[in-house]
T-cell receptor
Framework: QKEVEQDPGPLSVPEGAIVSLNCTYS??????FMWYRQYSRKGPELLMY????GNKEDGRFTAQVDKSSKYISLFIRDSQPSDSATYLC??????????????FGKGTLLTVNP | DSGVTQTPKHLITATGQRVTLRCSPR?????VYWYQQSLDQGLQFLIQ???????AKGNILERFSAQQFPDLHSELNLSSLELGDSALYFC?????????????FGPGTRLTVL
C-alpha cells in the first residue's frame, strides 16, 4: 500500500461546479497536510496548508483533514477555467530527520470547462 | 514566479552520461529540496540540504548526488544515466528545515535520456 493514495482522475467539470478532491494516507505520524496546484509545464505552488485535523477556508478553497479516517479533502467552490490544473496532496510528519520530507499523492488532473 | 531558479530548463543527453542540474533558492531561504517527477511515480522527494548540510534523504539512487554550496545554491549530479531517469527534476526551497515552512518550487529541469 502506498503511503498516500490519490485518484488521478482526470476530472472534468463545468464552470461554476463544486469540485471535491481527496487523498487517503496510511502513515498515522503525518501532521502537516498540504494541497499544491501545478499548471502544465510549471512547478507546484502551495494552495492550502493545514496542521493536524480540522478545516481551513481561503476564498473559494476549503481544505479538510480527518485524521481518524486518514482522509483529506480539498473543495473548490464556483470553479473557474483558470482552476484547470493538476492538484497534488502532500503531507509530512514532524518527528525529525527524513520524516520532514513531503510525501505527495500522484495528483488529480482537473479541467473546468467554460 | 516563486523566486527559485533552476538551470537548464531542458537537457537532452545519452545513456551513460553525467549531467548537473543547478538550483538557486529564494533569497533568505536556507533549505533546498530536490524532487523527481515522472508519470508513473509522481513527485518523489530525493534529498534535502539545510545551510550546506545534508538533512534528509529520500528515494535517491546511488548514481545521484547533490550538494549545497556556501552561497546556498545547490547542484544535483546524475551519473551513468539510464532511460528511466528521464523526468522533470524540481528544486524547492524553504526558510528553515521545519515541515511547517512552505516549500517554494522552481520551474523544473526536464531531462530526456536517449
Amino acid at each position: 500500500q502506498k503511503e498516500v493514495e490519490q485518484d488521478p482522475g482526470p476530472l472534468s467539470v463545468p464552470e461554476g461546479a463544486i469540485v471535491s478532491l481527496n487523498c487517503t494516507y496510511s502513515n498515522s505520524a503525518f501532521q502537516y497536510f498540504m494541497w499544491y496546484r501545478q499548471y502544465s509545464r510549471k512547478g507546484p505552488e502551495l494552495l492550502m496548508y493545514t496542521y493536524s485535523s480540522g478545516n481551513k477556508e481561503d476564498g473559494r478553497f476549503t481544505a479538510q483533514v480527518d485524521k481518524s479516517s486518514k482522509y483529506i479533502s480539498l473543495f473548490i467552490r464556483d470553479s473557474q477555467p483558470s482552476d484547470s490544473a493538476t492538484y497534488l496532496c502532500a503531507m509530512s510528519s514532524n518527528s525529525g530527520g527524513s520524516n520532514y520530507k513531503l510525501t505527495f499523492g500522484k495528483g488529480t488532473l482537473l479541467t473546468v470547462n467554460p | 514566479d516563486s523566486g527559485v531558479t533552476q538551470t537548464p530548463k531542458h537537457l537532452i543527453t545519452a545513456t551513460g552520461q553525467r549531467v548537473t542540474l543547478r538550483c538557486s533558492p529564494r533569497s533568505g531561504d536556507l533549505s533546498v529540496y530536490w524532487y523527481q517527477q515522472s508519470l508513473d511515480q509522481g513527485l518523489q522527494f530525493l534529498i534535502q540540504y539545510y545551510n550546506g548540510e545534508e538533512r534528509a534523504k529520500g528515494n535517491i539512487l546511488e548514481r545521484f548526488s547533490a550538494q549545497q554550496f556556501p552561497d546556498l545554491h545547490s547542484e544535483l549530479n546524475l551519473s551513468s544515466l539510464e532511460l528511466g531517469d528521464s523526468a522533470l527534476y524540481f528544486c524547492a526551497s524553504s526558510l528553515t528545515a521545519s515541515p511547517s515552512n512552505e516549500q517554494f518550487f522552481g520551474p523544473g529541469t526536464r531531462l530526456t535520456v536517449l
